[in-house]
């Protein structure tokens, strides 16, 4: 074919971390038959979906099978009754938005990537370690990405004042708080200050809340939303997946706020809209039926028991890594620990020790970034028996 293609692509790494990983417990498991090994680096729930949100998909499927109940496409931006169980969801916050605000989609993935759609050339800001999705979706459209880290010595938030090169230039920031991967949580003066910077300089945040559901501390917002300008200069992108355990069903959300205008003042919410409107074709009426049930006080109530459960494995292995004076991020509000590597050690070199000596799996920093060298992501998304038993491998190897 003599055809031209998107040579961005081309700026893109090959993704070798979980490949790279999955390899060398095969060639461990190879080696060491009949070996238990704990896997430790998922970031996918696993305990089943709340019965009332099975209860309401079912009830739906079964309205499909209806003439008179049967639905065919659902609108692009979502269903009324469930974009009105997120405006109730974000009152509970304090956060008043309105109704044309709200988008339902298949999962913040797919919108943290797309909104790149209706954006041009700006520079982009995106904190190391990341998300790959944010980095790998700006190259796709090559942009120019400047990444400002995260450390040890700012507790892997980073600032608007690590930011180089011209101060005053418009940019779009990207924000994931509590983060995957390293489970850190902007407090309301953090993300005061953050506002402040893009307000000041024209530029737009987009703020991924996927892991707001996990939040236990008062000072730590919900939303951006609760944060005074934040509705000038924000998109939010939220999900289904962790807090209902939507991983394999796949909704959520983005709010586009009216105020927000580019610099010719055209309507981000507008150019949202008609990006949606032509490239997807909504979520079907059985998971719309099956989230609102998850924001009913009785599906608040289940989903919110299933989170305690991974936040109980977080506790467990905090406790270990406290009593071994190990340096950590995460854990309280957020299903991931991301701890530093004991006596120095290197990301895979860590991996390694611990497939090896405890038969545990976890997620080298590395792999999420050059700032996540010397660090490991370990997940409370596995069963309790599970974690407990890791506990009591980790209590004797470090």
Request: charged share 20%.
């Given at each position: 074919?003599?055809?031209?293609?998107?040579?961005n692509?081309?700026?893109?790494?090959?993704?070798?971390l979980?490949?790279?990983?999955?390899?060398?417990v095969?060639?461990?498991?190879?080696?060491?038959?009949?070996?238990?090994?704990?896997?430790?680096?998922?970031?996918?729930?696993?305990?089943?979906?709340?019965?009332?949100?099975?209860?309401?998909?079912?009830?739906?499927a079964?309205?499909?099978?209806e003439?008179?109940?049967?639905?065919?496409?659902?609108?692009?931006?979502?269903?009324?009754?469930?974009?009105?169980?997120?405006?109730?969801?974000?009152?509970?916050?304090?956060?008043?938005?309105?109704?044309?605000?709200?988008?339902?989609?298949?999962?913040?993935?797919?919108?943290?990537?797309?909104?790149?759609?209706?954006?041009?050339?700006?520079?982009?800001?995106?904190?190391?370690?990341?998300?790959?999705?944010?980095?790998?979706?700006?190259?796709?459209?090559?942009?120019?990405?400047?990444?400002?880290?995260?450390?040890?010595e700012?507790?892997?938030?980073?600032?608007?004042?690590?930011?180089?090169?011209?101060?005053?230039?418009?940019?779009?920031?990207?924000?994931?708080?509590?983060?995957?991967?390293?489970?850190?949580?902007?407090?309301?003066?953090?993300?005061?200050k953050?506002?402040?910077?893009a307000?000041?300089?024209?530029?737009?945040?987009?703020?991924?809340?996927?892991?707001?559901?996990?939040?236990t501390?008062?000072?730590?917002?919900?939303?951006?939303?609760?944060?005074?300008?934040?509705?000038?200069?924000?998109?939010?992108?939220?999900?289904?997946?962790?807090?209902?355990?939507?991983?394999?069903?796949?909704?959520?959300?983005?709010?586009?706020?009216?105020?927000?205008?580019a610099?010719?003042?055209?309507?981000?919410?507008?150019?949202?809209?008609?990006?949606?409107?032509?490239?997807?074709?909504?979520?079907?009426?059985?998971?719309?039926?099956?989230?609102?049930?998850?924001?009913?006080?009785?599906?608040?109530?289940?989903?919110?028991?299933n989170?305690?459960?991974?936040?109980?494995?977080?506790?467990?292995?905090?406790?270990?890594?406290?009593?071994?004076?190990?340096f950590?991020?995460?854990?309280?509000?957020?299903p991931?620990?991301?701890?530093?590597?004991?006596?120095?050690?290197?990301?895979?070199?860590?991996?390694?020790?611990?497939?090896?000596?405890?038969?545990?799996?976890?997620?080298?920093?590395?792999?999420?970034?050059?700032?996540g060298?010397?660090?490991?992501?370990?997940?409370?998304?596995?069963?309790?028996?599970?974690?407990?038993?890791?506990?009591?491998?980790?209590?004797?190897?470090?």
């Amino acid at each position: 074919m003599n055809i031209k293609i998107n040579s961005n692509f081309k700026n893109i790494k090959e993704t070798y971390l979980f490949s790279e990983i999955s390899q060398r417990v095969k060639r461990y498991s190879e080696a060491n038959p009949g070996k238990d090994i704990i896997r430790l680096g998922i970031g996918d729930v696993t305990l089943p979906l709340p019965s009332v949100v099975t209860s309401a998909m079912k009830i739906a499927a079964g309205e499909m099978g209806e003439q008179k109940t049967f639905r065919g496409y659902p609108p692009e931006s979502g269903y009324p009754f469930l974009k009105s169980a997120v405006q109730s969801h974000y009152q509970r916050y304090g956060v008043s938005l309105d109704i044309s605000e709200i988008f339902i989609s298949d999962g913040a993935k797919s919108d943290l990537g797309n909104l790149v759609d209706i954006l041009g050339s700006n520079k982009v800001i995106i904190p190391d370690p990341v998300y790959p999705v944010y980095v790998d979706s700006n190259l796709m459209n090559g942009n120019n990405i400047s990444l400002i880290s995260g450390s040890k010595e700012n507790g892997f938030l980073p600032m608007p004042d690590q930011i180089t090169g011209d101060a005053a230039e418009p940019a779009v920031i990207y924000i994931c708080s509590p983060n995957n991967p390293t489970g850190a949580a902007y407090n309301s003066e953090q993300l005061a200050k953050w506002v402040e910077y893009a307000l000041g300089t024209g530029s737009l945040i987009i703020y991924d809340s996927a892991y707001e559901a996990f939040i236990t501390q008062d000072d730590l917002p919900h939303s951006i939303y609760e944060i005074k300008g934040a509705y000038e200069c924000a998109v939010e992108v939220c999900s289904f997946s962790k807090f209902a355990g939507f991983t394999g069903v796949r909704c959520g959300w983005t709010i586009v706020p009216q105020k927000l205008t580019a610099d010719d003042g055209t309507s981000l919410n507008k150019m949202w809209l008609r990006r949606q409107s032509t490239k997807f074709n909504g979520v079907s009426y059985p998971v719309q039926a099956a989230a609102e049930a998850a924001l009913t006080p009785e599906g608040m109530k289940q989903c919110l028991s299933n989170i305690e459960y991974y936040r109980r494995n977080a506790a467990l292995i905090g406790e270990v890594l406290d009593s071994k004076g190990i340096f950590y991020t995460g854990g309280r509000n957020s299903p991931y620990i991301w701890l530093e590597c004991p006596d120095k050690m290197g990301s895979w070199e860590f991996f390694d020790m611990l497939l090896n000596k405890a038969q545990i799996v976890g997620t080298p920093g590395e792999g999420f970034g050059e700032a996540g060298e010397g660090y490991f992501r370990i997940t409370s998304f596995g069963t309790y028996e599970n974690t407990v038993r890791a506990c009591d491998r980790l209590r004797e190897i470090l």
